[in-house]
């Protein structure tokens, strides 16, 4: 088993970053694919980014590249997300999400078996 919390959600204006934490517990962290969602409200849940076990693969949803950047400290058993010029779009609740089965499509929810309660973002004009 492995549980998931998220921490670091908030309220931010237009422009300003946050940073998404989430901190893992129970089984190895380190073999483990992790990713990013969001669901806005009445949206469905879609991907944001994922990471690799060994952290030498990101991926990215077009909608966050070149803003946000995932990364993992294997060690500490924490994944990070950090969102930069955030805009309103960009409001949700994140749910980080973990793999065990090094799956290779890394951007579909059913890829993933753990997931957290999630924090909620606010991104303000």
């Known amino acids: 088993q492995v549980q998931l919390v998220e921490t670091g959600g908030g309220l931010v204006q237009a422009g300003g970053s946050l940073r998404l934490s989430c901190a893992a517990s129970?089984?190895?962290?380190?073999?483990?694919?992790m990713g990013w969602f969001r669901q806005a409200p009445g949206k469905e849940r879609h991907f944001v980014a994922a990471?690799?076990?060994?952290?030498?693969?990101?991926y990215y949803a077009d909608s966050v590249k070149g803003r946000f950047t995932i990364s993992r400290d294997n060690a500490k058993k924490t994944m990070s997300l950090r969102m930069n010029s955030l805009r309103p779009e960009d409001t949700a609740v994140y749910y980080c999400?973990?793999?065990?089965?090094?799956?290779?499509?890394?951007?579909?929810?059913?890829?993933?078996?753990?997931w957290g309660q999630g924090t909620q973002v606010t991104v303000s004009t």
């Open positions: 999400a973990a793999d065990r089965n090094d799956g290779t499509h890394y951007s579909a929810e059913y890829e993933y078996e753990y």
């Open positions: 129970g089984r190895t962290f380190s073999t483990l694919n």
């Open positions: 990471i690799a076990w060994s952290g030498g693969s990101t």
